[in-house]
């Protein structure tokens, strides 16, 4: 009697185990690259979705874990799409084939069938090094060197410059130089009077106006 009872609890822990072995399946493994500076903004935007062929097998997720790490549980055997969502890493999918020794993982581009299989790659995943993507434009700081170099505010120094300095260095210049600049700047004024008012007298209306009557 007590040996039957013993061969059935020992029967009934048999088909337990077996039971938690078929549901558990396999764990799908992968890593991100060890020179990837893991930000707490990357980990919490980035996610890995294991997708199957078969409809009646539900997407899983996962997230990467601080040691660079992620896994999806309780896989069966079957044909799988991994895909990687980031905002700040490149977008990549991998096909994955869950045999019964073995795990199979090859290159996949989004879109192509089913059946189309890239390079093999090694097991578990290895993310491949890449670029982070920066998508926030930083803002202009203010640079004084900058709006200084702006030709406006160059102009406005200069007129400013001659404005405030130009009386000092006259003041600052001997009397017979003074006189010497406004006896010059006379001289320069009464010749150009001089030939306007020449041009002005040798000026023959009559002249002007015939050449016009010819020429139409």
Same mark, same amino acid.
């Given at each position: 009697?007590?040996?039957?009872?013993?061969?059935?609890?020992?029967?009934?822990?048999?088909?337990?185990?077996?039971?938690?072995?078929?549901?558990?399946?396999?764990?799908?493994?992968?890593?991100?690259?060890?020179?990837?500076?893991?930000?707490?903004?990357?980990?919490?935007?980035?996610?890995?979705?294991?997708?199957?062929?078969?409809?009646?097998?539900?997407?899983?997720?996962?997230?990467?874990?601080?040691?660079?790490?992620?896994?999806?549980?309780?896989?069966?055997?079957?044909?799988?799409?991994?895909?990687?969502?980031?905002?700040?890493?490149?977008?990549?999918?991998?096909?994955?084939?869950?045999?019964?020794?073995?795990?199979?993982?090859?290159?996949?581009?989004?879109?192509?069938?089913?059946?189309?299989?890239?390079?093999?790659?090694?097991?578990?995943?290895?993310?491949?090094?890449?670029?982070?993507?920066?998508?926030?434009?930083?803002?202009?700081?203010? @640079? !004084?060197?900058?709006?200084?170099?702006? /030709?406006? #505010? *160059?102009?406005? =120094?200069? @007129? !400013?410059?001659?404005?405030?300095?130009? /009386?000092? #260095? *006259?003041?600052? =210049?001997?009397?017979?130089?003074?006189?010497?600049?406004?006896?010059?700047?006379?001289?320069?004024?009464?010749?150009?009077?001089?030939?306007?008012?020449?041009?002005?007298?040798?000026?023959?209306?009559?002249?002007?106006?015939?050449?016009?009557?010819?020429?139409?």
């Amino acid at each position: 009697m007590l040996k039957n009872i013993a061969r059935s609890i020992v029967t009934l822990l048999l088909l337990l185990i077996g039971s938690v072995n078929l549901t558990s399946g396999y764990t799908l493994r992968g890593t991100l690259p060890s020179n990837l500076q893991l930000s707490p903004k990357l980990i919490e935007s980035t996610y890995f979705t294991l997708e199957s062929n078969n409809t009646a097998i539900a997407d899983k997720k996962a997230f990467i874990q601080r040691n660079r790490d992620f896994a999806f549980h309780n896989v069966s055997v079957g044909s799988y799409v991994v895909n990687l969502h980031s905002i700040n890493l490149q977008q990549l999918s991998y096909r994955i084939n869950i045999e019964e020794d073995s795990v199979k993982v090859y290159d996949y581009i989004a879109g192509n069938g089913w059946e189309s299989l890239g390079h093999r790659v090694p097991y578990p995943i290895e993310i491949p090094a890449t670029p982070l993507i920066n998508y926030e434009v930083p803002r202009e700081t203010f @640079s !004084l060197i900058e709006m200084i170099k702006n /030709p406006m #505010i *160059l102009m406005s =120094l200069a @007129s !400013l410059v001659m404005v405030f300095a130009l /009386p000092n #260095i *006259l003041n600052n =210049l001997d009397p017979e130089t003074v006189q010497a600049l406004q006896a010059k700047q006379a001289r320069a004024g009464n010749n150009d009077v001089n030939h306007i008012q020449k041009k002005i007298n040798d000026f023959d209306m009559a002249e002007f106006l015939a050449k016009k009557t010819s020429r139409s």
